[in-house]
């Protein structure tokens, strides 16, 4: 039987600009601290359905891992899944727009025939504490990106370089 938690967090940022970062997985390694290479299975563009291949930098059996999208809905929706050992994992973000920023509405689906309730649990446990961590990251990136004051600087030093 699935297990299924759920986080919200919220980023000072467009709805379009945090889409565009979780969906840009050739710069996972700039956007999340945890993620040490990437590797696309599928050509480009991404899209649902579109595969890679992740390594991260932690001491879990998990370090690395196939990654399919299910979802791509932008600016609205992206889910990942993969399997690994003896589950199946599922990340389904919704993104929400709010008069500031975001709302990012996140639910972690672990599936399983074989470990027992309480091992899915604490898959999921793991699993949702590392997308805590990841989205802490996405949001300081979004969150620098999205400031006035330093769009206002790009675009003074573009009009000098002209």
Request: glycine share 4%; net charge positive; charged share 25%.
């Amino acid at each position: 039987m699935p297990s299924r938690n759920q986080i919200d967090c919220f980023i000072g940022a467009p709805p379009l600009a945090v889409f565009s970062i979780l969906s840009d997985i050739e710069n996972r390694t700039r956007t999340i601290k945890s993620v040490e290479k990437i590797r696309l299975l599928t050509d480009p563009p991404i899209g649902s359905k579109s595969r890679f291949r992740e390594l991260r930098n932690v001491l879990v059996p998990w370090r690395g891992r196939t990654l399919c999208i299910l979802h791509f809905a932008p600016p609205d929706r992206i889910s990942f899944n993969w399997r690994q050992l003896m589950f199946r994992t599922t990340v389904d973000i919704e993104l929400k727009k709010q008069t500031d920023g975001t709302l990012l509405h996140i639910e972690v689906t672990v599936s399983t025939s074989i470990l027992p309730g309480a091992v899915s649990r604490v898959l999921e446990a793991a699993t949702l504490h590392q997308w805590q961590l990841d989205f802490a990251d996405i949001k300081r990136h979004a969150e620098a990106r999205s400031d006035p004051s330093w769009r206002g600087s790009l675009s003074k030093r573009r009009s000098r370089r002209m």
